[in-house]
């Protein structure tokens, strides 16, 4: 038995650095490193703990494989890598003859993916054939977009520093489902007498975990942020020697502020204002203070204005300059890749495309038309608004679609042609943390399984079949490793330990010291080196507020993270059922019990599932588990057939938390 040593490349913030066991060339277990990664501490979560059951899965893509039966009815035959790249090269050539290279649209999203598998070969081979851009808006992208403008995504606060804080504020996110190891940190910080805030429809953490949860309703975050500031400035507790050295913007924020008086707020967000008043309160008096924003905010039509609001309050109120205080995003932006080199000059000019609408681009006239759909890193069917306008485009005759997935997924049930990928664990890779602060290498721990193939192999192979002779296609993928590892800057110009990767281990960052002290040894990233509190790209009406109600849908639906499945991934073994959860009171009007087979409907489509009755969920709002697959549904359709396409204007991202649904009960 040997251990090896990797990283662990998941969508989720804590990039683990894990032990893996192999035994005759088989995954036997997966732990958590003891070493002296920052967060893994020894223990991972329970998804990557048993992902061996991904890599031996009977659903598991062993081969190529042609669709030989109608779309979506799952049959296909066994054919070779060569076959199945000359299928592919064949009828790209044909297409790109008839319609244009942009006819071809690839769809990757790369949560779970590093810098190899997720923007450089793949992105360049696009590229090289002018094909369609994708424009990647399912998760981060007001966040994104909000964080940059603000902030220049100045790093954030370390997991490990929250210990250090006397108030901590996690705001639509829950770190039991996608980030476990900030877990014991909270509770040791509330050991040392730290107040836990959540703000959320639904109570993710336990009522003995926080000392105050408040379940607003979704959408709403945005005004009660703003009452949050505006009752700061009530109690004097606007930092405004802060605010004229460091922010730009606070003037049109605070008159912004006076207009949602608190009352005013709460009665929009349905929550008792004498509750946004204790947490005003508290923040003003804490310190350290810090306010952990996460992604369950964004995902509607006020979205971009929510996070503004949301990260303007450690500003305000001047939270800075202490270990554990300020807020914590997405720690990405605290390591950039320059791919120029990789790309030399070639640039890719296509139109871009939002992923986000899917349905709307397969099914819609579109000049030219979708010819040819490359899905990787992805699995649209289960993750993309609009379910039943995503499964019609994918049931078009005239549709090419490939899918180069570890699983038959249900998005590669439509596929005409589908390939094997490698999981993580057989394909070299460089994953930086999104939370924890450490750029890994992800290195193969066993070969590949059946005739798995890495995506940078696939797009290289793809490459050289198109007749390409760029050296790029000749790439190997530890070469890739080295490409990452010099042109990646952890700041400063500082790279990460190229052994380091190639064996599987990280290399930390030092801003100086592994964490950064948010205006101490980390600052704003915008050309002013300023927070901006005032972004421009929130237009004339920066913090506006737009209620999304529908009478015939009085139920806001929304599609938390699972802790058993991350997005879609492991969802063909860990989550056999879908349920849907509703408030007692909620379920009591409809005459709905627990365990009752139901419906849950819009005029986009209907899921059916059994219920759930409990009091974590506020009134009026439902709640579903995101990434379900089919099979975990009455009717094979999951939350998303009741998302709509609505994108938020700022950035373009997926509203999903826009959906308004009704529940009733099936016999
Ligand atoms: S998914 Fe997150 S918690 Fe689980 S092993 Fe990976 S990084 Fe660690």
Redesign the pocket.
């Known amino acids: 038995m040997t251990v090896v040593t990797t990283t662990?490349p998941?969508?989720?913030?804590?990039?683990?650095a894990?032990d893996v066991h192999v035994d005759e060339g088989r995954v036997t277990a997966i732990r958590?490193s003891r070493g002296d990664h920052p967060t893994?501490d020894g223990f991972?979560?329970s998804?990557?703990?048993s992902f061996a059951k991904r890599v031996y899965h009977e659903s598991r893509v062993l081969h190529p494989l042609r669709r030989k039966g109608a779309k979506g009815s799952g049959e296909f035959e066994r054919i070779t890598w060569d076959e199945a790249i000359s299928e592919i090269t064949t009828r790209f050539q044909a297409i790109i003859a008839g319609h244009g290279a942009e006819a071809i649209l690839p769809y990757a999203y790369g949560g779970s993916n590093g810098f190899v598998s997720d923007g450089l070969l793949d992105d360049y081979f696009f590229a090289r054939l002018g094909a369609s851009q994708i424009e990647k808006t399912l998760c981060a992208a007001p966040t994104g977009a909000i964080a940059t403008a603000m902030y220049g995504k100045m790093p954030g606060v370390a997991p490990e520093d929250y210990v250090h804080a006397k108030m901590i504020v996690v705001w639509g996110a829950n770190p039991k489902a996608?980030?476990?190891?900030l877990i014991p940190y909270l509770q040791e910080a509330r050991r040392r007498g730290a107040f836990v805030v959540t703000i959320d429809p639904r109570q993710a953490l336990a009522s003995k975990e926080v000392d105050l949860h408040l379940s607003i309703l979704p959408g709403t975050d945005v005004v009660v942020a703003l009452a949050i500031i505006g009752e700061l400035a009530r109690l004097g507790a606007i930092d405004h020697a802060f605010l004229g050295a460091h922010a730009t913007g606070a003037r049109a924020l605070l008159d912004e502020a006076a207009a949602w008086p608190v009352e005013r707020a709460a009665s929009v967000a349905g929550v008792d204002a004498g509750a946004i008043r204790e947490i005003a309160r508290r923040w003003a008096e804490a310190s350290p203070a810090v306010m952990r924003c996460g992604w369950g905010l964004e995902r509607n039509t006020n979205g971009a204005q929510a996070v503004a609001a949301v990260l303007a309050i450690p500003a305000v109120s001047g939270k800075f300059g202490l270990r554990g205080g300020g807020y914590t995003l997405s720690n990405s932006g605290a390591a950039k890749l320059d791919v120029e080199p990789f790309f030399a000059g070639l640039k890719w000019t296509a139109r871009t495309l939002n992923m986000s609408k899917l349905g709307t681009l397969l099914t819609e006239p579109l000049s030219p038309p979708i010819k040819a759909l490359f899905v990787y890193n992805c699995n649209p069917v289960a993750t993309v608004p609009d379910q039943n306008s995503v499964v019609r485009g994918l049931m078009r005759d005239d549709l090419f679609t490939v899918v180069h997935d570890q699983v038959m997924t249900d998005s590669a049930t439509y596929a005409d042609i589908v390939l094997p990928a490698t999981t993580f664990l057989e394909a070299w890779d460089v994953k930086r943390g999104y939370g924890s602060f450490v750029v890994g290498g992800v290195k193969p721990a066993i070969a590949p399984v059946g005739e798995s193939m890495p995506n940078d192999r696939l797009f290289a192979r793809l490459g050289q079949a198109m007749g390409f002779d760029d050296p790029q296609f000749r790439t190997t993928s530890e070469e890739c490793v080295r490409y990452v590892a010099s042109h990646l800057d952890m700041g400063n110009g500082r790279k990460p330990d190229v052994d380091a990767l190639l064996a599987g281990s990280f290399t930390r960052y030092d801003f100086p010291g592994a964490a950064p002290v948010q205006f101490e040894t980390a600052f704003p990233r915008t050309p002013e080196r300023k927070v901006d509190l005032r972004p421009s790209i929130l237009g004339d009406d920066p913090w506006s507020f737009v209620a999304i109600s529908d009478p015939r849908f009085p139920l806001s639906l929304i599609t938390p993270a699972s802790s058993r499945m991350?997005s879609s991934s492991m969802g063909e073994y860990n989550f056999d059922e879908l349920f849907v959860e509703l408030n007692p009171g909620d379920a009591a009007r409809r005459g709905i019990g627990d365990g009752a087979a139901v419906r849950v409907f819009n005029t986009l489509g209907e899921v059916r599932v059994r219920a759930r009755i409990t009091d974590r969920i506020r009134p009026g709002v439902v709640s579903m588990n995101k990434g379900a697959w089919m099979k975990s549904a009455g009717n094979g359709r999951t939350a998303a057939a009741l998302c709509p396409q609505n994108v938020e204007p700022v950035s373009g991202g997926a509203c999903y938390n826009d959906a308004r649904v009704e529940v009733e009960k099936t016999s």
């Open positions: 662990c998941m969508d989720c913030p804590d990039t683990c894990l958590g893994t991972i979560c998804k990557v703990g996608s980030q476990i190891h991350i």
